[in-house]
């Protein structure tokens, strides 16, 4: 079995591709999907594939500072919420960098504005790479700054 990192229920993580960096996210092996907060969903093409263009807030404690972003648009999904309800959703496929460790992950675009974190970090995208310690915030996220 390979090593596994340790990481909090409360992440900071890097969407590079996105020019994101130092996220604050909930850690949630219940949400099978991850899913991040945007607003002004529209579709378009980059080069001939069809993509996304949307605005992410990255400073929770900031909410006019915006960032337009693109991706790929990689499939639409219809995702049952924690309230049960089910919704269709875009996602996309992109990297993420926490600590050391960069992987790529799908994310859900959708509203999470009455959330207090904007972004949910699900257990597809922890995959076999991470232990949660429920206790921890910022284990894997301070990892790097400590060494």
């Not at 996210?25 to 378009?44: E, F, P």
């Not at 400073?59 to 924690?82: F, G, M, P, T, Y």
């Not at 960098?97 to 207090?116: P, V």
């Not at 257990?123 to 949660?132: H, I, K």
């Given at each position: ?38 607003d002004n969903i529209q579709q ?60 790529n992950i799908e994310i859900t ?39």
């Amino acid at each position: 079995m390979k090593d596994r990192i340790i990481i909090g229920n409360l992440e900071n993580i890097d969407l590079p591709e996105l020019e994101i960096s130092q996220l604050a996210v909930r850690v949630d092996t219940g949400a099978q999907t991850s899913s991040l907060h945007v607003d002004n969903i529209q579709q378009i093409k980059i080069g001939k594939k069809p993509g996304l263009a949307f605005d992410i807030h990255p400073e929770i404690h900031n909410v006019e500072k915006v960032v337009r972003c693109k991706a790929l648009l990689h499939d639409i999904r219809k995702i049952k919420s924690s309230n049960g309800v089910s919704e269709q959703r875009y996602v996309i496929k992109t990297g993420a960098k926490l600590g050391n460790f960069a992987w790529n992950i799908e994310i859900t675009l959708t509203d999470r504005s009455d959330m207090t974190y904007l972004m949910l970090l699900g257990r597809e995208a922890l995959g076999s790479n991470f232990y949660v310690d429920p206790a921890g915030v910022f284990i894997a996220s301070d990892f790097e700054e400590n060494n």
